[in-house]
Nanobody
Framework: VQLVESGGGLVQPGGSLRLSCEVSGFTLSSYHMTWFRQAPGKERELVAAIGNLGVSMRHVDSVRGRFTISRDTAKKTVYLQMNSLKPEDTAVYYC?????????????????WGLGTQVTVSS
């Protein structure tokens, strides 16, 4: 099983990035997928979630209207489009896979995690 995040980097405030999470070794359509982030000295927090069929979605208040989660089952990839980036969005971003929608905020119940990709928003 692998979840490989990519697309992170250094971007100026107001800029955009698109993160990708390519999965292998499990059936993507059987899992709800999420993006979490962890800033230095802070706990890992949920950013966005998308249901296994791509119908249910959730974006936390701090990113709603700026970030959009999506998935392409054929490409076995989950995306996070990030627009209007702010310095406070600086963090390592992780994708995760979980079986139950009710567990999306409970990290200990996740089946799989990626290793993360660094996003730095700075001028």
């Amino acid at each position: 099983v692998q979840l490989v995040e990519s697309g992170g980097g250094l971007v100026q405030p107001g800029g955009s990035l698109r993160l990708s999470c390519e999965v292998s070794g499990f059936t993507l359509s059987s899992y709800h997928m999420t993006w979490f982030r962890q800033a230095p000295g802070k706990e890992r927090e949920l950013v966005a979630a998308i249901g296994n069929l791509g119908v249910s979605m959730r974006h936390v208040d701090s990113v709603r209207g700026r970030f959009t989660i999506s998935r392409d089952t054929a490409k076995k990839t989950v995306y996070l489009q990030m627009n209007s980036l702010k310095p406070e969005d600086t963090a390592v971003y992780y994708c995760g896979a979980v079986k139950k929608w009710s567990d999306i905020v409970t990290m200990k119940n996740y089946d799989y995690w990626g290793l993360g990709t660094q996003v730095t928003v700075s001028s």
